[in-house]
Nanobody, 127 residues
Framework: QVQLVESGGGLVQAGGSLRLSCKAS????????MGWFRQAPGKERDFVAAIMWNGGSTYYADSVKGRFTISRDNAKNTVYLQMNSLKPEDTAVYYCAASSLPRSSRLSTSPFSYDYWGQGTQVTVSS
């Protein structure tokens, strides 16, 4: 069982930056691939970024590639999402999630591949 708590959201002007954090409980954090998703009002939950259990591989949605960076610190049980050059269309609730798929699996962009979810943190980008 893993519990996830996001933080770092807020209001920022277009072009600004935010860094989201997701702190996990439990001793097996390093066993999980981690992902970030976001959901805007009235829209589906969309994939943003994912990172392998050891940080050795990452994957990004095209919409954030080159602007967002996912990273993790297994010693701190924490995954991060550095968001730069933010745009109004990045406004959403951001969720971190943990996937218990085997370590040999490829990173998944499907929310159905993730077993545990945080409560979300709001990111609002003003124009």
């Amino acid at each position: 069982q893993v519990q996830l708590v996001e933080s770092g959201g807020g209001l920022v002007q277009a072009g600004g930056s935010l860094r989201l954090s997701c702190k996990a409980s439990g001793r097996t954090f390093s066993s999980y691939a981690m992902g970030w998703f976001r959901q805007a009002p009235g829209k589906e939950r969309d994939f943003v970024a994912a990172i392998m259990w050891n940080g050795g591989s990452t994957y990004y949605a095209d919409s954030v590639k080159g602007r967002f960076t996912i990273s993790r610190d297994n010693a701190k049980n924490t995954v991060y999402l550095q968001m730069n050059s933010l745009k109004p269309e990045d406004t959403a609730v951001y969720y971190c999630a943990a996937s218990s798929l085997p370590r040999s699996s490829r990173l998944s962009t499907s929310p159905f591949s993730y077993d545990y979810w945080g409560q979300g943190t709001q990111v609002t980008v003003s124009s």
